[in-house]
DNA sequence: CTCAACATGTAAAAGGTTACATGATTTT
DNA sequence: AAAATCATGTAACCTTTTACATGTTGAG
């Protein structure tokens, strides 16, 4: 049960709505775990129902109201709850690395297609989280910021998504080349 | 709908039974999926009703007997089929950063202990990785392997999970040196 | 005038995890 | 004698995805 945890961890710096949350966790600009609006506006009200988060209405003239949240003493307590459990090892499940599996079995053309769509994909995050990263650490130098700076959760989270994208950009490319290669090499049999 | 797929294309290379499946898919030495004994039990069933896989009854002396599986040409033809499809994009899901990203509210000890057993729960996959690799590649070098070995889907993925595992152990060895400095300058002060 | 963004939900279907169940053999 | 491995499932529960539903405002 950790889209909860996500959720309380996610406003724990900023006060938000379901809708800005909904931004930040549908676009993957949470590096740490992914949700659909749906499922966020669902945990919001069953976090708030037990009082671990509380919602105040802000009135708008010319956008419909909206509810910001923001973590209760209740809610904190139960993240770090949640921190002191041991954590389940986290696993790949990537529809394209089953695809890439079978890549002896099924067409080339198709897999090198999907494989340079999907490092362009990775290289949008990378750039994104290199912006975000830059934005949180100000004028700082990284180094100085990781041990001096006020708040390095979402930094460090967000180093972790960077390398990530750019582990997954790197793959990409290299399959790619290598299937590239190997049709080149059947022609010229 | 992705598990079925996974199955096929783990059993491409060679004949399995449900158990020696489980062995693959639950101790992570699938690196592009994850799943439990049941769901893979339950979905080979599923497969074999749809006349995706053909399971063949192995009598065995000393051991239980067991049902081996391969794929059919119909199953081969379903793959084909997924690949062509669009995949979706993958995203981290790791309760271990949810906690980080909670870092500047929660006990760092606790952080600190969980992310050092994670990186060596990570450095043993590589460690695994690592030799699976130099298996399926025997004594060729990796660039004449990839460019003329016959089945290089396997390899591929095995070094994407290699380069996600490395990326894993590096970023949890800076994200607990980060903050046992902070523990260090906090005493300072 | 149409499309994107703001703002929030409900309901059904699919997928995944956990607990329960069984029973033989080999290793420690 | 106990624990690990081989071998296969069922059932209940929890989580996630997809489809449906509604209404306003600002920009092109």
């Not at 130098?141 to 582990?167: K, M, N, S, V, W």
Request: proline share 2%.
């Amino acid at each position: 049960m950790a889209l909860r945890h996500a959720v309380l961890a996610a406003l724990l710096d900023e006060e938000l709505s379901g809708y800005q949350l909904t931004k930040a966790f549908d676009l993957g600009v949470a590096n740490f775990w992914h949700a659909q609006p749906q499922q966020l506006y669902a945990e919001l009200t069953r976090l708030e129902r037990d009082g671990l988060v509380t919602g105040r209405e802000v009135v708008q003239d010319t956008r419909p109201n909206k509810r910001l949240f923001r973590v209760t003493d209740a809610g904190l307590a139960e993240l770090e709850r949640f921190t002191s459990l041991a954590a389940k090892p986290s696993f790949i499940r990537d529809d394209l690395l089953v695809k890439v599996q079978a890549a002896d079995h099924v067409d080339a053309g198709t897999l090198i297609a999907q494989l340079t769509e999907r490092a362009a994909f990775a290289q949008a995050k990378v750039d994104l989280f290199g912006r975000l990263l830059r934005t949180m650490r100000g004028d700082r130098a990284e180094e100085d910021f990781l041990r001096h700076g006020e708040c390095i959760g979402p930094y460090l989270t967000c180093l972790r998504g960077l390398a990530f994208e750019r582990g997954n950009r790197d793959w990409c490319e290299h399959a790619a080349a290598v299937l590239r290669d190997r049709q080149g090499a059947r022609v010229q049999d």
